[in-house]
């Protein structure tokens, strides 16, 4: 994300380094099946609306609704939490 001219200024940043400097590398095994991360499945709950929705890397071409970047302040957030 970093390396991208257009994240450079980006409020996110600075989150994204602190979450960064915070992790723990782990293999996929290892890694609790309730932790969000790449590529997994979430549900989560804003005003009372659940929604459901894969943590990816980028936009990608899918039908609407149904991916959440992590390059966005929802999927940023929601990476590494873990249910509860």
Request: glycine letters at 8%; a positive charge; aromatic letters at 4%.
């Amino acid at each position: 994300m970093s390396d991208d001219p257009f994240v450079r200024a980006s409020p996110l940043l600075p989150l994204l380094k602190r979450k960064l400097d915070a992790a723990i590398l782990v293999f996929r095994k290892d890694l609790p099946e309730d932790a969000g991360s790449l590529n997994s499945r979430v549900t989560f709950s804003v005003d009372g609306r659940r929604d459901t929705r894969v943590l990816t890397t980028g936009r990608m071409t899918t039908p609407i609704g149904r991916l959440l970047p992590v390059d966005t302040l929802r999927g940023l957030a929601l990476l590494s939490l873990r249910e509860g």
